[in-house]
C-alpha cells in the first residue's frame, strides 16, 4: 500500500494511538512529515473496528481533493478494495453511490451544505471518522465553516448514539493545547511536533527588492529568479510560485528570455522535440503551448483540465523542470521540487481593492513544497520580497510553530447556544458562537 517500508520518527509516534485506539487526534507537523499516510491509518481504523461506518475527508481545496482520490484510487480502491467518492462541487454523485461508499474526499463548504440536512441523508449519519487537513485554517476566512462542521457532526454523533471521532492535520502550531481542547482531544492523543523535525533539511535564503510600485517590482525578480534556478536547481525540477494567473505567463515567458541571451534555450527541457510535439498539439492554452517547448511550464486555475493536468505528468517525470505557479498550487499536488522560489509575497485583494501580504501559512506551505521525503534529502527555498518587509521573515520562519487563532469553545448546535444568552451586555461564549454560525450562512 504505502512506497516505502519503515514509518519515518513521526509516524511511529502517532501509530498507536491513531491505529489501536478511537480517541481524537491532533498531529501539528511541518510539511513533509507524512501526515497523510497518518490519516491512512486513521481510515484503516475505521474500516477494520467499525464496518459499515464511512470516512469523511475535508481538505481545504478541491486541488487537494483530487490529489487524494488519485492516490486513495490506487491504495483503498484497487488495492484493498473499498469504495471512495468525490463530493464537491465539480463532481455530483448520486445517492446510491454515497450510501455504498466507505471514504468521502470533499470541502468544507460541500460538506457544510450536505450535512445541514443530516436527517435525510442516511450517509451523513454513518459517518464514524472526520479528517480535517490543515486544520490551521481555522484562522483564516473559511474557520467559521470548520468550526460549524465540527460542532454539527458532534450534534448529529449524540443524537445517533454513534462513535464520532476527529483527527486534525496541521503544520506546527504555538497554541496546540487550544485547538485540542476545542476537539476534546486527551492530552496523550495531542502530538505537535517542532519544525526542526522535518525529514527533509530546509535551506532558505531571503532578498528584499525596492520599488513601490507592485508590477514594476515583479519584473525586477525575474532575473534573480532565474539566477536562483540556475545557482540552486540547475539539473533538478523547481517550482515558482507567484501571486497571479498573469503573473505566471509574464515570469515563464520572461524566464525564457534568460534562456535565449544565454544561447540555452533547451536547459530546462529533458525529453526529445519529436516526443514532445505531439503533447503540444494537445495543448489548449497558446501561452503554455509556447513555454512547454523550452521547458518550463504554466500552472493555474484558469487552465483547462487537460492542459493542467499534462503540466503535472511533464514536472512530475522531469520532462521539464520548472513550473510557474499560483499559489495554491502549494496545497494540492505533491510535486518533486528541489527549489521553491516564491516571487513576491503580497497578492491583489478584489474586496479590499489593494496589495495584501499573503498569510505566513501560505509562505510557509509555499516553502514545505520543496525537499519532499519520496524525492530528495534536501530542499531549498528563495523568498524574494518587498524591501521594507525583509525585516519580518528572518526571524526563522520554518524553524519556530506559529500561532493560529484558535475558535471559541462552541455548544453541540446553533439551537443549544440562544437559551444560554444570560444579557444582552455581556454576550456569552455561545451567543458569539450563534453570530459566527449566522454570518457564515450569508
Known amino acids: 500500500m504505502w512506497r516505502f517500508d519503515y514509518f519515518n520518527p513521526v509516524q511511529t509516534q502517532v501509530f498507536h494511538t491513531v491505529y489501536h485506539t478511537d480517541q481524537n487526534v491532533l498531529v501539528g507537523a511541518p510539511t513533509g512529515s507524512?501526515?497523510?499516510?497518518?490519516?491512512?491509518?486513521?481510515?484503516?481504523?475505521?474500516?477494520r473496528a467499525h464496518p459499515g461506518m464511512k470516512a469523511v475527508y475535508v481538505a481545504p481545496l478541491k486541488a487537494l481533493v483530487r490529489e487524494r482520490m488519485a492516490d486513495w484510487g490506487r491504495k483503498f480502491v484497487t488495492e484493498l478494495g473499498f469504495k471512495l467518492c468525490e463530493l464537491t462541487g465539480d463532481s455530483a454523485p448520486d445517492m446510491a453511490a454515497l450510501m455504498h461508499a466507505d471514504i468521502l474526499c470533499t470541502t468544507p463548504e460541500k460538506w457544510d451544505g450536505v450535512?445541514?440536512?443530516?436527517?435525510?441523508?442516511?450517509?451523513?449519519?454513518?459517518?464514524?471518522?472526520?479528517i480535517i487537513d490543515e486544520i490551521h485554517l481555522l484562522g483564516?476566512?473559511?474557520?467559521?465553516?470548520?468550526?460549524?462542521?465540527?460542532s454539527r457532526?458532534?450534534?448529529?454523533a449524540s443524537q445517533t448514539a454513534q462513535t464520532m471521532r476527529f483527527v486534525g492535520l496541521s503544520t506546527a502550531m504555538a497554541n496546540a493545547h487550544d485547538i485540542s481542547e476545542w476537539l476534546d482531544i486527551p492530552a496523550d492523543s495531542l502530538f505537535n511536533f517542532k519544525p526542526s523535525v522535518r525529514p527533509v533539511p530546509l535551506e532558505v535564503h531571503i532578498a528584499g527588492f525596492p520599488g513601490k510600485h507592485y508590477c514594476p517590482r515583479m519584473a525586477t525578480m525575474n532575473k534573480p529568479t532565474y539566477r536562483s534556478i540556475l545557482n540552486h536547481s540547475p539539473t533538478k525540477p523547481a517550482?515558482?510560485?507567484?501571486?497571479?494567473?498573469?503573473?505566471?505567463?509574464?515570469?515563464?515567458?520572461?524566464l525564457i528570455a534568460y534562456c535565449s541571451a544565454d544561447e540555452r534555450e533547451s536547459q530546462f527541457l529533458r525529453m526529445a522535440p519529436h516526443a514532445l510535439a505531439p503533447l503540444l498539439e494537445q495543448v489548449k492554452d497558446q501561452a503554455l503551448r509556447h513555454t512547454l517547448a523550452f521547458g518550463v511550464g504554466i500552472h493555474h486555475a484558469g487552465l483547462a483540465e487537460s492542459d493542467r493536468t499534462l503540466v503535472e505528468k511533464l514536472f512530475c517525470a522531469q520532462s521539464i523542470l520548472v513550473?510557474?505557479?499560483?499559489?495554491?498550487?502549494?496545497?494540492?499536488?505533491?510535486?518533486?521540487?528541489?527549489?521553491?522560489?516564491?516571487?513576491?509575497?503580497?497578492?491583489y485583494d478584489g474586496k479590499l481593492k489593494k496589495y495584501v501580504d499573503f498569510p505566513v501559512t501560505d509562505v510557509l506551505q509555499m516553502?514545505?513544497?520543496?525537499?519532499?521525503?519520496?524525492?530528495?534529502?534536501q530542499g531549498i527555498a528563495v523568498i524574494l520580497v518587498h524591501e521594507p518587509e525583509k525585516t519580518?521573515?528572518?526571524?526563522?520562519?520554518?524553524?519556530?510553530?506559529?500561532?493560529?487563532?484558535?475558535?471559541?469553545?462552541?455548544?453541540?448546535?446553533?439551537?443549544?447556544?440562544?437559551?444560554?444568552?444570560?444579557s444582552p451586555s455581556t454576550p456569552s461564549v455561545s451567543r458569539r458562537w450563534r453570530g459566527r454560525a449566522d454570518r457564515s450562512q450569508e
Open 34 to 47: 507524512g501526515k497523510t499516510g497518518i490519516a491512512e491509518l486513521a481510515v484503516m481504523r475505521l474500516l
Open 115 to 130: 450535512s445541514r440536512h443530516w436527517q435525510q441523508r442516511g450517509y451523513v449519519r454513518k459517518v464514524g471518522l472526520v
Open 140 to 150: 483564516e476566512d473559511r474557520g467559521p465553516i470548520l468550526e460549524i462542521i465540527v
Open 153 to 156: 457532526m458532534r450534534y448529529i
Open 239 to 254: 517550482l515558482v510560485f507567484v501571486s497571479s494567473r498573469r503573473q505566471t505567463r509574464l515570469t515563464a515567458l520572461d
Open 323 to 347: 513550473l510557474v505557479c499560483t499559489s495554491t498550487l502549494a496545497w494540492g499536488v505533491n510535486f518533486p521540487a528541489h527549489l521553491v522560489v516564491v516571487k513576491g509575497t503580497e497578492y
Open 367 to 377: 516553502m514545505g513544497r520543496a525537499g519532499r521525503p519520496q524525492y530528495d534529502k
Open 392 to 422: 519580518f521573515f528572518p526571524y526563522p520562519l520554518p524553524l519556530t510553530p506559529y500561532p493560529y487563532p484558535c475558535p471559541l469553545p462552541l455548544p453541540l448546535n446553533r439551537s443549544e447556544a440562544a437559551p444560554s444568552c444570560t
